[in-house]
């Protein structure tokens, strides 16, 4: 019984540290900019996909997660600057343009990749045993490399110079402005690195399931359900939201209803808002 719950739990926080590396990115963009680019599931995708072809082609699973923050990071500034810094004073007209994106960036993957699914290679095999205690590999993996994105995303937002001028701008646009922060620059910035963090979810994504033209939804809702259950624009409140899914989906699934996977997270949002409306660490401004 006891190496159920351990093994139950393990399998939660793996897909927890999934949600929440999706989640970082929508907080930082939807949390500090006011921008919500429901794309962001299709850059997961996009990621995925990424990552896929750079292991099918032998360049290896590490190279293929570089890539794929590296291009999701391009392109985020593109859209940034092409799209999403011209709607900034219509929030309408930003959902309404990243409602289309989605549908362009689907049927263009859809007809470049082929709608059906990929599946690929692992860069690990096999279980890792701990005692009693047998862990899938790949799974342990994941969820280490989760924890590195998380860590390596708050030291730089806490030690960089970059990372400063974000919470700055966390607690007053304006006043950051005239402090002499490059608003312009740093909201850039923070499409580029929340778009890049897509990028490299969407490989972690595909070295344990299955990719398509069409994943890029799941993630999404995943996503906004932690930005809004941890509150908006805070980073902690995105990694432990994200832990506290992945066990709930993980416990509710393995010992009440796995039919109802997709519905536990819900039921903890609306619990969490009843209770406290600013989410779990939405009390105070300037969150991140």
């Not at 989640?23 to 996909?49: E, K, P, S």
Request: aromatic share 10%; glycine share 12%; net charge positive.
């Amino acid at each position: 019984m006891l190496l159920d719950i351990v093994q139950t739990a393990f399998d939660g926080l793996m897909v927890g540290g999934l949600y929440a590396s999706v989640a970082l990115g929508i907080t930082l963009v939807f949390g500090l900019m006011g921008i919500l680019n429901f794309a962001h599931g299709q850059m997961v995708m996009l990621g995925a996909y990424i990552a896929f072809y750079a292991v099918a082609s032998g360049l290896g699973f590490w190279v293929g997660t570089a890539l794929a923050m590296l291009a999701m990071g391009l392109f985020g500034a593109l859209l940034e600057r092409a799209i999403f810094r011209r709607t900034l004073v219509d929030p309408m007209a930003g959902l309404t343009v990243s409602l289309g994106l989605i549908m362009i960036i689907e049927n263009l993957a859809a007809a470049w990749f082929t709608p059906d699914p990929r599946f690929m290679e692992p860069p690990l095999s096999g279980d890792f045993r701990l005692g009693p205690l047998a862990l899938s590999s790949q799974r342990l993996l994941v969820l280490l490399l989760a924890a590195a994105l998380i860590t390596a995303f708050y030291l730089f937002l806490k030690r960089t110079r970059l990372g400063k001028a974000i919470r700055a701008m966390a607690q007053s646009r304006q006043g950051a402005s005239l402090v002499g922060v490059k608003v312009t620059r740093v909201s850039a910035a923070i499409f580029m690195i929340g778009s890049a963090l897509a990028g490299a979810a969407g490989a972690l994504y595909a070295s344990l399931f299955a990719i398509s033209p069409f994943m890029g939804n799941t993630p999404l809702m995943k996503g906004f359900i932690l930005a809004a259950f941890g509150g908006l624009g805070s980073v902690p409140g995105a990694i432990v939201a994200g832990a506290l899914l992945g066990l709930a989906e993980s416990f509710g699934s393995r010992y009440l209803s796995a039919a109802f996977r997709d519905g536990y997270g819900f039921m903890l949002l609306i619990l969490t808002l009843l209770l406290m409306p600013n989410g779990l660490f939405g009390a105070r401004k300037g969150r991140i």
